[in-house]
């Protein structure tokens, strides 16, 4: 296994130091470290964090090989600074059993580019019927701990409780899409002015709220943990707060494109920008960034969702929901918040690991830490041309947009999985 002795990195807000990386720890922290058999990486004006981890990816293997595979989607995430990602239950099939998500976890040790750590899905086929085998697959080689129906909402309230109830015994982790089926049949974008001038069906805030609301009280009454996904409303910030002054146990988390984009890009009638839940307004943007900077939201996640062309380059109507995320995330979080690091490692690495008991990751580089990083270049800027992405799809919505920072190298575990702005395998 190779060294690495990283030179004149800031280490977070840190002053610029020396990392020596061996045996896939960081061995050593210091000024004027000595190379030895070490490999020397010139880190001059880069800043290293601990690697990012997505809650909230999809992967689209098995089922969707055309629009991402594991191995590619892992690469798009190295490329993006990330350690780890969590990849969601909605393959083809279902990623609802033991063998489903083992198959996942395999292919992602096999790709060895991040951690690759499958949830599970909560109900049979996503059908939202009867519970999968949540402990068949807590018990399984992939460990599953977080599950989700993504995509779809479980909107049947006995059911919510009850996966509530049954994850407890392996202080597992429901994450719900929230999303009030009845109030959003047809929608296509966000319920408001810009939907009425347009004529689209909209998809209203309180379809989310309601959900929310009602899955804080349920994870309150049974003392389970609950997870919200791709938070996007200002109303929906509220009804989390409140929970949480309560001492409910409730973690969110937002997209990098909810804290970015407005429900006004679907006046281009660009399907790049559907997505569900739809980008919102203004006011929402500014309610999300503020919760992010507060902590009422936890998490920055990338709800990272390739589709093939002919799935997203057609009429709005027609075009499947979803953006591409992993390899624009840290930029959009550098772009919104600045240069503050350590809000940027709490939110997209610490916190995430957390709420996904993910050991070894989310840990600050510090002697004795697993050497899970990634370097940083703040001055660098790039213009994302989508053909130079490493995912399988294209549907960026930042597409030729000029976005700051540059993933210049990722280690995972000691390995650099990133080098020179790069892939390594
Ligand atoms: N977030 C999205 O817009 N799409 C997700 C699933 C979903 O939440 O609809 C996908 O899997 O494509």
Redesign the pocket.
Known sequence: MTAYLIRNVRVLDGEPTDLLVRDGVVAEVGGGLTAGDATVLDATGLVALPGLVDLHT?LREPGREDAETVESGSRAAALGGYTAVCA?A?TSPVADTAGVVEQVWRLGREAGLVDVQPIGAVTVGLAGERLAELGAMADSAARVRIFSD??HCVADPRLMRRALEYVKAFDGVIAQ?AEEPRLTEGAQMHEGEVSTRLGLTGWPAVAEEAIIARDVLLAEHVGSRLHVC?VSTAGSVEVLRQAKARGVRVTAEVTPHHLLLTDERAETYDPVFK??PPLRTATDVAALRAALAEGVIDVIAT?H?P?AVEDKECEWAYA???MLGLETALSIALDVFGPQWDLIAERMSRAPARIAGLTGQGVDPAPGAPANLTLVDPAARRVIEPAELASRSRNTPYARMTLPGRIVATFLRGEPTVLDGKAVK
């Open positions: 999809h969601m909605n993504d995509g899409h791709h997505v569900n709800d969702a589709h499947r929901p979803g």
